[in-house]
């Protein structure tokens, strides 16, 4: 496993949704090629039934049919939440954005030693987390 997924690029891939950049789309498919899973954060589960329960997304079946179907992928792996990954959370830095999925999923990355592949600018300017 080399990369980790944040949640907006989850949602993406999985619904097959244009704003999913080809450069991400290539990411994920050389991995699924190479036979290497694809990992998701579990705070990105919570994040999606969240988003999902405040009608910020919305899904052709329900958000627990979605959350079921990644869970069960044998091409995903849920990487749980742990006390590293609690701590490193609190040690990103003033550059990095303040919201906790955000925090919660690039200190899986560095956790684990994955690349997070995210489109959110502000994560990636903050130069705190290993970019897919």
């Not at 789309?25 to 705070?43: L, Q, V, Y």
């Not at 992928?73 to 040690?91: F, G, H, K, N, Y």
């Amino acid at each position: 496993m080399k990369l980790l997924l944040d949640t907006h690029v989850l949602v993406w891939w999985w619904i097959d949704d244009s704003a999913l950049p080809p450069a991400f789309a290539n990411a994920i498919d050389g991995s699924a090629k190479r036979g290497e899973p694809i990992g998701i954060s579990a705070f990105s589960l919570w994040e999606v039934a969240m988003l999902a329960s405040r009608g910020r997304l919305i899904f052709t079946g329900s958000a627990d049919a979605f959350l079921e179907e990644v869970e069960n992928d044998p091409a995903v792996q849920i990487l749980p939440l742990t006390a590293r990954i609690a701590m490193e959370s609190t040690r990103l830095g003033p550059t990095f954005p303040t919201d906790p999925a955000d925090q919660i999923i690039a200190a899986t990355a560095r956790c684990h030693g994955l690349r997070l592949l995210t489109a959110d600018e502000r994560i990636r300017r903050s130069g705190v987390v290993a970019l897919a």
